[in-house]
């Protein structure tokens, strides 16, 4: 039997799980902004679904990149391009639309596939790491270590690692209650802004925020740390200049993707405070959301030379193949 005050606060509970739809603050509530930035993410959106879907295809094609490190490439830039359009058209609404309105629905299936791929994404830069330790610490043993059974074993880790992820962040957050207040102090359903709007405890989903991203933050960075570090001992020892130049520029592109994402998203969610993590952390997640797709498939172009000759020969073959169709 329930008491009164039990039935009462029972009621209270169930009225309170009854929101249905969240409203989408938004990166800024000042309108001069609203229609530059609509238009540098619209460019930063194109630009990045352009030079992944490029690059995925670029590797595709050709076979001289059907190695190791551009598997895991392919691999990276379809999480890219997957996961920046999971959130960035709601977001570009938001520049346009006095409400934008998102149903609950779909506020947790943005929430469960945004944290899916932002963690594999995390673990397939670990692999490359890894690979590129081998390539340069081991060479002798690469074809070995990283074959194609392994290859496929790392990724299939990396995505299932992001399916476990994805599912404790969601799962925690349908138990939630929310209550009348259903602005998300945000541009997409991310973590923080929504355990705000609680009218629950949040213990649970803390302590299971903490433990999921301590794990999936400190454990690759470890790993990408010492990674990098065995490669550096390695490179000092090399006694040609023209060699160690070889060795730190197929490292370079890797290292300069891993800072931006890893920088951010540190500075995002390993905040002791929520409240202050929110405000910031909203514009510091363009960078590793808006940012990186864009400039991890332009990083990896300019600055490598397989994919560069890949593509040389791919225009032309294309450029002979419709001239030779234009004779026929």
Same mark, same amino acid.
């Given at each position: ?15 309170? #799980? ?14 001069? @902004? ?23 295809? @670029? ?6 990149? %059907? ?17 920046? #359009? ?69 990724? /299939? ?63 690759? #960075? ?9 490669? @550096? ?20 592109? %890797? ?7 890893? /920088? ?8 002791? #405070? ?43 073959? /294309? ?10």
């Amino acid at each position: 039997m329930l008491t009164k005050i039990q039935y009462m606060r029972r009621m209270s509970l169930e009225n309170a #799980s009854s929101v249905t739809e969240f409203i989408l603050a938004g990166l800024t509530n000042q309108p001069e @902004l609203q229609l530059p930035l609509f238009l540098l993410f619209i460019e930063t959106y194109v630009i990045s679904i352009m030079g992944n879907l490029g690059l995925i295809i @670029l590797i595709w094609v050709n076979s001289q990149l %059907h190695t190791p490190m551009y598997y895991f490439l392919f691999n990276l830039s379809f999480i890219d391009l997957c996961y920046s #359009s999971v959130f960035t058209p709601k977001m570009l609404m938001n520049f346009v639309l006095a409400k934008n309105i998102i149903s609950y629905s779909a506020c947790m299936a943005q929430l469960y596939f945004f944290c899916f791929f932002v963690i594999s994404e995390i673990y397939v830069l670990t692999i490359m790491a890894y690979d590129r330790y081998v390539a340069i610490c081991n060479p002798l043993l690469y074809n070995v270590t990283m074959s194609n059974q392994v290859c496929s074993w790392l990724l /299939g880790g990396a995505y299932v690692m992001g399916f476990a992820g994805a599912m404790a962040h969601t799962g925690c957050m349908l138990r939630l209650s929310f209550c009348d207040a259903n602005i998300i102090n945000h541009y997409m359903c991310d973590i923080l802004p929504l355990l705000q709007l609680s009218c629950t405890s949040t213990y649970v989903n803390e302590l299971v925020f903490f433990i999921v991203v301590g794990i999936n933050i400190i454990v690759p #960075s470890v790993t990408i740390f010492t990674s990098y570090a065995l490669i @550096l001992s390695s490179i000092l020892n090399i006694s040609s200049t023209e060699g160690r130049s070889k060795a730190f520029s197929t490292c370079s592109s %890797h290292i300069i993707v891993v800072s931006l994402f890893f /920088g951010s998203a540190s500075f995002t969610y390993l905040q002791p #405070s929520f409240s202050v993590s929110v405000d910031k952390g909203k514009v510091a997640s363009v960078f590793y959301t808006n940012v990186g797709p864009m400039l991890n498939p332009i990083i990896y172009s300019l600055r490598n030379k397989d994919v560069q000759t890949a593509l040389r020969k791919t225009l032309k073959r /294309g450029i002979f193949s419709r001239i030779g169709a234009g004779f026929s």
